[in-house]
């Protein structure tokens, strides 16, 4: 069964609305989280570590007041979008893991829509 | 910043072809990690090799780490159009448990 999950799977909305992704760990307790924003046919570009009861960690280039993350528990890390724009529609996945060398879990990914 | 050049970066062949994915850069990492991915969904782990120069088999796939663990390989016998997706190699050794994903290989295989 899944491990990793996200809601909602697809989302569309109006430019200038925000909108919330969360991403629940199903099977094991996650301290950290992490959000990748994925553009049609091209890789995976992290964006930001999330950590539980903590500010999360931002890459270079990403707007921390734009996608504001909230890990609250060891199971859900949220994030949303803020003020949503038509260059903000990609996919967007979490990734929950323990360890470098241990099985990565990502989720099945939030196709996000801005008209 | 560590960088992850896949090559080649689109691959169409017909079924029963062989093919090798490139993965390379000029960093070093702990381990590395090939993913499969289809549209839509999220990634898929394929192998994770952890050893400078190590060999791993997953049926069709032979998966290779360069002796100096800066690169990899991820070589398909008798391609079938079920291998068809987005092949993605990520490494890790950034600290943090940072995965830095490569650029990406979309391999479609045709009948």
């Known amino acids: 069964g899944a491990v990793v999950s996200q809601h909602p799977s697809w989302v569309i909305c109006k430019s200038g609305t925000s909108v919330k992704i969360e991403c629940r760990s199903l099977?094991?307790?996650?301290?950290?989280m992490f959000w990748y924003r994925q553009f049609p046919k091209q890789s995976l570009m992290l964006m930001a570590t999330?950590?539980?009861?903590?500010?999360?960690?931002?890459e270079q280039g990403v707007e921390k007041d734009k996608f504001l993350i909230n890990h609250a528990s060891l199971t859900l890390s949220t994030l949303t979008v803020t003020s949503a724009h038509p260059e903000d529609s990609s996919f967007y996945i979490c990734r929950v893991g323990r360890g470098s060398t241990d099985t990565q879990y990502f989720g099945p990914g939030t196709r996000l829509t801005v008209l | 910043t560590q960088l992850l050049e896949q090559s080649p970066q689109f691959l169409s062949i017909q079924e029963g072809e062989n093919l090798t994915v490139y993965c390379n850069s000029s960093?070093?990492?702990?381990?590395l990690q090939w993913y499969r991915q289809e549209p839509g969904e999220g990634p898929v782990l394929l192998v994770t090799v952890v050893t400078g120069g190590e060999v791993k088999k997953l049926k069709r796939l032979t998966f290779q780490f360069g002796d100096a663990r800066k690169d990899s390989s991820l070589h398909i016998t008798a391609a079938q159009p079920g291998d068809t997706g987005l092949y993605l190699c990520a490494g890790s050794g950034g600290g943090g448990n940072k995965l830095t994903f490569g650029t990406g290989t979309q391999l479609k295989v045709e009948l």
């Open positions: 960093s070093v990492f702990s381990s």
């Open positions: 099977d094991f307790q996650a301290t950290t």
């Open positions: 999330s950590n539980e009861g903590s500010k999360a960690t931002y």
